[in-house]
């Protein structure tokens, strides 16, 4: 079973008290995510309700009704830290209204990932959040269900997501271009890492076709002399491109050539040898935007046709490739506008993102590259028409999603682990018992020796009677075993009823020391077995071992209640109350302490 939701960070406001609290989860929620933990009293939320943890509204003191801001980053593909990254409109503000929890709703804790403390979270209609994030349709996380058998193993739910995502998925896209006819293999992040490259290389090699891997970057001018080009976009290829374009990119003095297209070249009014500089943005990763600066040798023009005259060559850049004019554009780093020309806004018009100049695609990389990517594109073309579905599948064979940031992650079995801490405190509580335990054992023997004593008139008359030791000593035991068991069975209800006691004292009077009110009472068949065995056990060894310094009296001595084993006799007493006494206590503590070990399962 699956449920698709989405879970974002969000920084929370209480509009009439003003209020405040910083990174709370938000998960995104519908039906399905109730009908998946399989909850009889599931909420219902309009689009403009959300449910607060309890912890979360205790925090912002937030009652039902009360109006809530909830401050969410605004997904996208493209990483803030890089040029074309949105660093102004980061997220969005939604004004949305607190709803009560249906009683006793066991949702009001859940947490994807193990915490300390209360759980602080939002839950919010699912499709509220998508359109005002502008991602219809789209989610960040889908939980699955997972059945007693995996043990917490994420390996099966990760080979399924391999054997079914599909190439959006992971934020890749495939372009049909027809002049020329290739498939370009791009990323919503405008940057492919190496290991796209590499699996649309692969997956090239499958089809038996070649590639041209190409960077195009957006220079803020290109100079020759006193003459300047502003705004021009300029395409890094590989060496499969420069014989695509019919070019021959090599320079006399060893200096970085660049070819231009005959528009730039005519522009520029340059010719074949001149120097070229090329001004360009770069995005520090400091987090500053700088300008620099490279020096290239013209080396050659190319006439504006065929792959030269090729838009495609450009990613989707937001707020430039949709844009009708130059004037338009909308970009992510500041663009001085004055300096854009008419004959700039015709070539804009005509052209589009057409190249005005090709470089080496290891110089390209080496000024523009970055850590999410030293490509913008990977073209595949064959003379024949290529089977672009085929393409498709032996790209998703040859990628590995996880390696461009999809995880599974067994959320139940990593809390259930983090919960279990680093401590067993069931050895913990064994330690601890054992003086108690041995404390318990020994005044359980005193007991039973105190009773027998008071009792050797009646064990000489079985002597005298020719009762054998043997026979005395079963039907001690035998007594005493009945005498056993039902302390047992009595301690065991006791120890259960003071677990379930601590328990509940632990959800309501001292909810503050655990942060949960999620807490059940495990109580395990096999250790309250054990405890009650160990109970009997102790008491049968106890009188034993009693019975065994009676036996060297004779029985006038006995008879009599005189000295034994150096020590005075008692009175006489009842037997019963003294014995049953014993075992209950002993049992009480051997039981309590066998379910202290008991698991609590929250």
């Not at 219809?136 to 889908?142: C, H, K, M, P, T």
């Amino acid at each position: 079973v699956a449920c698709p939701i989405i879970v974002l960070e969000a920084f929370i406001t209480h509009e009439s008290s003003g209020q405040r609290s910083s990174q709370v989860p938000v998960y995104g929620v519908d039906e399905r995510f109730w009908r998946f933990h399989q909850t009889s009293n599931a909420p219902s939320m309009g689009e403009h309700e959300i449910l607060l943890t309890e912890a979360l509204a205790q925090e912002l003191g937030s009652a039902s009704g009360d109006t809530i801001l909830l401050r969410v980053g605004k997904p996208s593909e493209i990483p803030v830290d890089s040029l074309h990254g949105q660093k102004e409109d980061l997220g969005r503000t939604l004004r949305l209204t607190s709803k009560e929890w249906p009683p006793d709703s066991s949702l009001k804790e859940f947490a994807l990932y193990p915490q300390q403390g209360t759980v602080r979270a939002v839950f919010a209609p699912l499709r509220r959040l998508q359109r005002d994030l502008e991602q219809q349709g789209r989610v960040n996380s889908i939980l699955l269900s997972q059945t007693g058998d995996d043990n917490g193993d994420a390996a099966p739910f990760e080979e399924l997501f391999r054997r079914t995502f599909q190439l959006e998925d992971v934020g890749v896209k495939l372009r049909r271009l027809d002049q020329p006819e290739a498939v370009s293999v791009e990323s919503e992040s405008i940057l492919l890492n190496e290991t796209l490259a590499e699996a649309a290389r692969k997956a090239a090699e499958q089809q038996d076709t070649r590639t041209v891997s190409a960077f195009t970057y957006l220079a803020n001018s290109m100079r020759v002399g006193d003459r300047e080009t502003p705004y021009s976009l300029v395409t890094a290829v590989d060496a499969n491109g420069v014989q695509q374009l019919g070019l021959e990119p090599t320079s006399e003095t060893g200096e970085t050539p660049i070819v231009l297209n005959e528009w730039a070249a005519r522009d520029l009014e340059t010719e074949v040898g001149d120097r070229l500089t090329m001004e360009f943005y770069v995005w520090q990763a400091s987090g500053r935007l700088t300008t620099e600066s490279s020096r290239f040798q013209v080396v050659g023009t190319v006439p504006l046709e065929g792959a030269a005259r090729d838009p495609d060559w450009a990613p989707v850049y937001p707020g430039i490739t949709e844009s009708l004019r130059l004037v338009d554009w909308d970009p992510t780093f500041p663009v001085d506008f004055d300096r854009i020309r008419p004959r700039d806004e015709d070539y804009w018009d005509e052209y589009r993102t057409t190249p005005k100049a090709f470089i080496p695609l290891s110089e390209g990389q080496t000024l523009w590259g970055s850590q999410y990517g030293r490509l913008t594109s990977v073209r595949v073309y064959d003379s024949r028409n290529l089977d672009v579905d085929a393409f498709e599948t032996d790209l998703r064979t040859a990628l590995d999603p996880f390696r461009l940031g999809i995880t599974v992650y067994a959320a139940r079995s990593e809390g259930l682990q983090a919960s279990r801490g680093a401590v067993d405190f069931g050895e913990y509580f064994t330690y601890f018992s054992f003086f108690l335990v041995v404390s318990s054992l020994l005044l359980t023997g005193l007991f039973f020796k105190l009773g027998v004593e008071q009792r050797l008139r009646e064990v000489g008359l079985l002597h005298a009677m020719g009762f054998p030791p043997k026979g005395i000593r079963a039907l001690f035991i035998r007594e005493g075993g009945v005498l056993a068991v039902w302390g047992s069975l009595v301690g065991l209800v006791g120890a259960a009823a003071y677990a379930w006691l601590i328990m509940f004292g632990l959800k309501t009077w001292w909810v503050d020391s655990v942060g949960t009110t999620l807490l059940t009472l495990h109580v395990s068949p096999t250790t309250l077995a054990l405890g009650g065995v160990g109970g009997v056990l102790a008491a049968l060894l106890a009188i034993v071992w009693t019975l065994r310094g009676v036996e060297p009296a004779t029985p006038r001595h006995l008879l009599v209640g005189g000295e034994m084993n150096g020590r005075w006799t008692v009175s006489r007493r009842p037997l019963v109350l003294g014995t049953t006494a014993t075992l209950l206590s002993f049992a009480l503590v051997l039981a309590t302490t066998l379910g202290g070990m008991s698991q609590v399962a929250g």
